[in-house]
């Protein structure tokens, strides 16, 4: 497998493109990269391209990648920008349509599941009115799309490397007119972790094209944890591989968003004595929701959940102290069914951020997390990490016997979950003992995570994009 190593970056004043094509986790990779190539290549010309007709139905009420984007001269983009040039006029009412994620919209069967088992009649009949609605506006977007000259965008924007979030599925509007300009165009496209990583070394392949092409000649595939080896999976394409590393856990970045010059999560002042629990959580069913027969297991149930949020509100509860519970949820989270479970949960002081994980790790004190690769940024910042065994959590380790090592091998990993309330008295202690500090602390946890996650992927990341483009311009 090819992997390069820290050569310097020789600018080359390419046009990258960042293509987001489900939620903002594929930034949480790039974005770091592409702080780094704007501060080596100051003339590169980049955009980030969001594959909806509103960048807002990934980013909701989201401010750091904006502002990030804006500072490093960045341009973002959405399918909005490119209306049909007749139909110039309907773009913003386009955009506007389509600002609300499409996670956030009120699930129909589970709105109805609600209303048949009597479960507070009034409030499930507007969820069933307001799910009805819903699939009504799908109806008027789709229309709205029609106003949209998608076709157009690639070719317009004439990236000389492509930057995309890999997925099992692709389902964006017109995305095989964005396949086709893949094969015709044949510009290096570099297939991105979307976590930290994998749950298995070469199980968790993905292909380019999940409905074509698994690996052509113009992609590269990179991997993040040292240890996964997903060339075994394309046997004669290893030089298509490359081991980088994943960039949001380089000593660089961690210490740039501890500084000055990075954006911060706008949570409300802390007040003397208070500490801030970052508390990271997952997607969840519907209340009462049946779950299918082979599901997505990282999926929870909703008695799952709510059962999570109960063991650490009353841990928090048994602290004494005043503590406000940020939540970090899954970025394809139903906002409005987190908010109705938090209300019935016994957290009490709780606010929901849209912020990645990235703004808010210089302004938490710890985290507590169900299995969430996420977990890992605050854990390389320095912050305590409490993980609470799960299902979940066994379910990864029994996949692979590196993950189990990896999680079990921090400093706060807790077997049994309702021993939480003894644990917390420990962080509390560590926290203490170093004040409230927003820049990064070397630990024994980092330390540990270090021999998953070398230092300096960056490097490594640019190396490998100046070799891509330097093969490209030769061909």
């Known amino acids: 497998m090819a992997t390069s190593h820290a050569a310097p970056f020789q600018p080359r004043d390419p046009r990258v493109l960042q293509i987001v094509i489900k939620n903002t986790s594929e930034l949480d990779y790039s974005a770091p990269l592409l702080w780094k190539l704007r501060r080596e290549s100051i003339s590169s010309d980049v955009k980030v391209l969001y594959c909806a007709p509103s960048r807002r139905q990934y980013l909701r009420d989201s401010t750091f990648y904006p502002e990030l984007f804006r500072s490093l001269g960045i341009r973002e983009l959405d399918f909005s920008d490119f209306p049909k040039r007749y139909l110039a006029p309907l773009a913003g009412p386009v955009e506007a349509m389509f600002a609300v994620s499409p996670s956030d919209r009120p699930s129909l069967k589970g709105s109805l599941l609600a209303l048949r088992e009597g479960r507070d009649f009034g409030e499930a009949t507007r969820k069933v009115l307001g799910a009805v609605a819903g699939v009504a506006r799908l109806g008027a977007q789709e229309l709205g799309m029609r106003a949209l000259a998608i076709e157009r965008i690639l070719p ?111 949570l409300s002042a802390a007040t003397a004595g208070r500490l801030r629990c970052l508390l990271i959580l997952r997607k969840f069913l519907p209340e009462g929701y049946p779950r299918p027969q082979g599901f997505d297991p990282f999926t929870l149930d909703y008695a799952d959940m709510l059962a999570h949020l109960n063991v650490v509100g009353d841990a928090i509860t048994t602290m004494g102290s005043d503590v406000q519970v940020v939540i970090k949820p899954h970025p394809s989270n139903n906002f409005p069914m987190l908010s109705a479970i938090l209300d019935r949960s016994r957290i009490t002081n709780w606010v929901i951020s849209s912020e990645p994980m990235y703004p808010l790790l210089p302004v938490i004190d710890f985290a507590i997390s169900i299995f969430s690769t996420s977990m890992l940024l605050p854990a390389m910042y320095g912050r305590p990490v409490v993980v609470l065994n799960s299902g979940l959590q066994q379910y990864v380790h029994n996949r692979w016997d590196k993950l189990r090592e990896l999680y079990t091998g921090l400093t706060y990993y807790l077997d049994d979950p309702h021993q939480l309330p003894s644990m917390l008295e420990d962080v509390s202690a560590e926290v203490r003992s170093v004040g ?8 024994r946890d980092v330390e540990h995570l270090r021999r998953y996650f070398p230092d300096g992927a960056l490097t490594t990341a640019l190396a490998r994009l100046d070799f891509l483009l330097a093969a490209s311009e030769a061909v």
């Open 156 to 266: 317009e924007l004439d990236p000389d490397i492509v930057l995309l979030g890999n997925r099992s599925e692709t389902r964006f509007y017109k995305r095989d007119s964005f396949y086709e300009y893949y094969d015709s165009a044949a510009a290096p496209v570099v297939l991105l972790p979307h976590g930290t990583h994998e749950v298995h070394p070469t199980k968790e392949f993905i292909p380019f094209d999940e409905r074509g092409e698994a690996l052509p000649p113009y992609c590269d595939f990179w991997s993040s944890l040292r240890f996964e080896t997903p060339e075994q999976n394309c046997p004669g394409k290893e030089s298509q591989f490359a081991k980088i590393g994943y960039p949001g856990l380089d000593t660089e970045w961690m210490e740039f968003l501890g500084g000055a010059d990075s954006p911060k999560a706008a």
């Open 436 to 443: 409230r500090r927003p820049s990064p602390r070397e630990t």
